[in-house]
């Protein structure tokens, strides 16, 4: 079945530490997005990617980076967690091409503990 | 600029009574309209959508929702809940091939 997949699902760090947060899908789809989710629910774009070798900042600005160097992979890292980086991070997917309005695919989410 | 309004913060209410979900959007062109629900400690998922044809679109587990251009809204509404229904739900809005811009969600709790 064709999905998108983020690992860990749980993560708790110290400060100062280096993460990566992984993120695959396995439908084709060339636009991938990463969203940062506040306790309070609210979703904010950090970055999304066209295709290979494209990477965008969101509307949320993000110490985060991220790559796309294979269509299907799409992680991000922080080169060095604080505790202000706590959080949900939504990694999702989606097609694009003439006329498609498909909406979204969304893995499970990683959610980060720094401390 | 596009914008998603979601009115309501928490609604609460009783099982097998009906409920509705308020989403107002804005903006200048044709828009896009989706809800997305999110059960706990899980990502979202697509729930419905109105791309264009008939405004009242209908979801697999019985919601469905009304595109109402002449006020802006596309409120998410069920005849019965069930307490499998709590979660949160987000509306969002999307403009040609510009990404999705999503509300704040309203988080629905059903009291058995």
């Known amino acids: 079945e064709a999905d998108i997949y983020q690992t860990p699902r749980y993560l708790v760090i110290g400060t100062g530490k280096k993460i990566t947060l992984e993120c695959s899908q396995t439908m084709g789809h060339d636009k991938m997005y990463w969203y940062q989710q506040d306790p309070g629910m609210e979703l904010h774009l950090i970055h999304y990617s066209y295709g290979v070798n494209s990477t965008e900042k969101g509307d949320l600005s993000s110490e985060s980076t991220v790559s796309r160097i294979r269509t299907e992979h799409f992680p991000l890292t922080l080169e060095s967690a604080r505790p202000s980086h706590t959080s949900q991070y939504l990694c999702?997917?989606?097609?694009?091409?003439?006329?498609?309005?498909?909406?979204?695919?969304f893995g499970s989410g990683t959610r980060l503990t720094v401390v | 600029a596009q914008s998603v309004t979601q009115l309501d913060s928490q609604v609460p209410v009783f099982e097998e009574a009906p409920v509705e979900l308020r989403c107002n959007y804005s903006?200048?062109?044709?828009?896009?309209l989706f809800w997305y629900v999110q059960y706990p400690n899980q990502g979202l998922q697509l729930l419905l959508k109105y791309l264009s044809g008939s405004t009242l679109v209908e979801s697999i587990n019985g919601f469905e929702a009304e595109f109402n251009k002449s006020q802006t809204s596309f409120h998410l509404r069920k005849p019965s809940v069930h307490i499998s229904d709590t979660a949160e739900y987000f509306c969002?809005?999307?403009?040609?091939?510009?990404?999705?811009?999503f509300g704040t969600g309203t988080r629905l709790t059903v009291i058995p």
């Open positions: 969002a809005v999307q403009t040609g091939a510009n990404n999705l811009f």
């Open positions: 999702a997917s989606s097609e694009v091409g003439q006329g498609i309005i498909g909406g979204y695919t």
């Open positions: 903006s200048s062109v044709s828009v896009y």
